[in-house]
Structure formats: C-alpha cells, structure tokens
C-alpha cells in the first residue's frame, strides 16, 4: 500500500451555526440572552457573543454562570480549531467555576486532547460520549464533526491510499459511518484491499502563516508516523 505525504493542505473552515431550537437552557443567569443571542449568529460573531459572555461572568464573579459561559466557549473554540484559545480559556477560568462545570471540565479534556495531536480519537470519543447538559450537547456534537472534518482535512493530504480500518480508528467511529464520511468526499474505496484512495485536498487559497504551516505538518507527521 502506497503511502506519501503530499504537499498542501487546505485549512477546515469553521462551519458553526448554533440553533436556538437545540440549545434548550443555559444556567448563566443573566447571561442566558448574551448566549442566546449567538446561537443564530454566523461562527466569528457567535463566538465573540461567547466571549463577552464569558468575560462578564468573570467579572461578576459567579461561579456558576463562569462555568457554564467557558463551556459554551471551549466547545466554539474546538469547532473552529482554536486550541491555543481554548487553553488560555481554562488557564484564566477560576477553580470555582472549574468546579462548577461538568461541561467545562469535560470540554477542556476534549480540547486538550485535541491539541496533543495523537489524542485525536480519544478526544472525538469524549466529544461524543459526554455526558453534556442541554445547552452543551449540540455543541460538542458540533466540535466532534469539525474536528473529524479537520482529520479528514489532514489523512487526505498525508496519503495517496490508507487502510479504512485506519481512517476509523482516526475518526473514532465503525467502518461503516467512516467510509460513508469519506465516500461523500468523493474517496475512492478498494473493498478487496479494504483501503480508500483519498480525493487530493483542493488548493488553498491564501498562503498560511508560518505557525499555521507548522501545526499542519505536524499533523500530517503524525499519521505518518502512527
């Protein structure tokens, strides 16, 4: 089986839109409509809603509100590939609110493992698995399949073919929804060989900054090295 890295990657758009429908309540008192607010809001303004949310929780000091805020900012940071974000949001985020927040708590692990690289499947396990609070659960579902979009993102630029069993494994799901996931994108699937021929990534169209090129290629090295 052929296996090379090839040589550009397109960067995973953000594809987040929040639904009011789905987000049945969130416990940050009089932040609930900040929050609100930005599940009908396309991905840069919802997540800016998110943040003043977060930071005036902050400032009053709540607990409770903080934790939930952080949660619902940790999962928009995941969804849009923000890591280094998401960090700095549990680093500044109190023990109290840490405390607080099954949601917040579980988010980070996610994210966390995330930004481990090798984690991946582990972290996509979590995201599914839970378990989320109302206002949580469509968005770790949302963070889970940007993150599998990413993942894609990364497998179809480092090989020419790879194993199924092995994009599987990387997406954490059965054979069957990764081969489904992949077919969509225009993959080809070997059945005798049991491996997919992925679709080359389209080129991108603005030049990444340098730390961006740094953490695709050490993406791509990862597979390869796996």
């Not at 969130?26 to 929050?35: E, K, N, S």
């Not at 009908?40 to 929780?57: K, R």
């Not at 993102?153 to 954490?172: H, N, Q, T």
């Amino acid at each position: 089986m052929s296996e090379r890295e090839r040589e550009s990657l397109q960067k995973p758009e953000f594809a987040l839109k929040f639904s009011c429908a789905e987000v049945i309540s969130v416990p940050v008192g009089r932040y609930t409509g900040q929050i609100m607010a930005a599940m009908d809001t396309t991905a840069d303004s919802a997540t800016a809603t998110l943040e003043d949310a977060e930071l005036q929780a902050a400032d009053a000091g709540e607990p409770v509100a903080l934790g939930a805020a952080a949660a619902t900012l940790m999962l928009a940071y995941i969804s849009a590939d923000q890591l280094e974000d998401a960090r700095h949001l549990w680093r500044r985020t109190p023990e109290a609110a840490r405390a607080a927040s099954g949601d917040l708590r579980g988010a980070w692990a996610a994210a966390a493992a995330l930004r481990g690289h090798a984690a991946v499947p582990s972290a996509l396990a979590a995201l599914d698995a839970g378990p989320w609070g109302a206002a949580a659960a469509p968005l770790a579902a949302e963070a889970a399949a940007s993150a599998r979009r990413r993942e894609l993102d990364v497998i179809g630029a480092a090989y020419l073919e790879i194993r199924l069993a092995k994009v599987a494994a990387a997406l954490a799901q059965s054979d069957q929804v990764a081969l489904e996931a992949c077919r969509a994108r225009g993959w080809v699937y070997r059945a005798q060989e049991a491996t997919l021929v992925p679709r080359p990534p389209a080129p991108a169209a603005p030049a990444f900054e340098s730390f961006e090129q740094l953490a695709q290629l050490t993406r791509i090295a990862t597979h390869l090295t796996a």
